[in-house]
């Protein structure tokens, strides 16, 4: 399968509801996971990140949980506003790689006012 | 956090001209930075690992010779799309690793249009 697979592809969901974005990675050796915010046209910017020492890591709103034995993270936007709308990325080292970051293929995410 | 500059952030070019792009760590070195194409509402493919002082190392399906890059210093990096086509016209975005926690900076990406 795909080093980091991202899903879903496409989210949407009303303004103060939660968001939940899941990625999958194949290295067992992955130990940093970090979630990438894109917004339309502009660079993306690191919103949270957790190495595999952790279980779980939280930011206000945000908050990422690491599943080691079953090699999955998740991104939890919690409250969600409109200016969350953007596309994210999570993104895993993968050694075939060279270790270098892998990116999932990206979630759009709408909230609706 | 640590900074990293693009330029030009939009290029357009005629067909069979060379382009390039610099990549610039405003405020710490980077012996490594790396190269990523992105397609519209696509994610971000690693092109290349450019490397301080020696040759860059591509990825598989990535050309070598229509993609040079050159590390000339710690702190700038350069892709030049040679012989551009409008199959090439893409996002291309550049990263570097911060010194202090190894997180990926990204620079502001650079649209190119070849027409």
């Known amino acids: 399968g795909e080093n980091v697979e991202q899903h879903p592809s496409t989210l949407s969901v009303q303004e103060g509801d939660s968001a939940v974005i899941k990625c999958t990675y194949s290295d067992s050796a992955s130990n940093y996971f970090p979630w990438y915010k894109q917004e339309l046209g502009k660079r993306p910017q690191l919103i949270i990140d957790i190495r595999s020492n952790v279980g779980e890591k939280k930011d206000q709103r945000i908050a990422v949980t690491l599943n080691k034995t079953a090699k999955h993270f998740s991104l939890h936007i919690t409250e969600t506003q409109p200016e969350d709308s953007a596309v994210y990325f999570c993104?895993?080292?993968?050694?075939?790689?060279?270790?270098?970051?892998?990116f999932g293929a990206g979630t759009i995410l709408r909230v609706k006012s | 956090g640590a900074v990293v500059s693009q330029h030009p952030s939009r290029v357009i070019c005629k067909s069979g001209t060379s382009v390039k792009i610099e990549c610039r760590s405003l405020?710490?070195?980077?012996?490594?930075m790396f190269w990523y194409r992105q397609f519209p509402k696509k994610s971000l493919m690693l092109m290349a690992t450019?490397?301080?002082?020696?040759?860059?190392?591509?990825e598989q399906g990535v050309e070598k010779d229509k993609f040079l890059i050159n590390h000339a210093s710690l702190t700038l990096s350069t892709l030049t799309v040679t012989s551009a086509h409008p199959e090439d016209s893409s996002f291309y975005i550049c990263?570097?690793?911060?010194?202090?926690?190894?997180?990926?900076?990204f620079g502001e990406g650079s649209r190119l249009t070849v027409l």
């Open positions: 450019s490397n301080e002082g020696s040759k860059a190392t591509y």
């Open positions: 993104a895993a080292p993968i050694m075939e790689y060279g270790n270098k970051l892998v």
């Open positions: 405020d710490f070195q980077a012996t490594t």
């Open positions: 990263s570097a690793r911060g010194q202090v926690t190894g997180e990926l900076f």
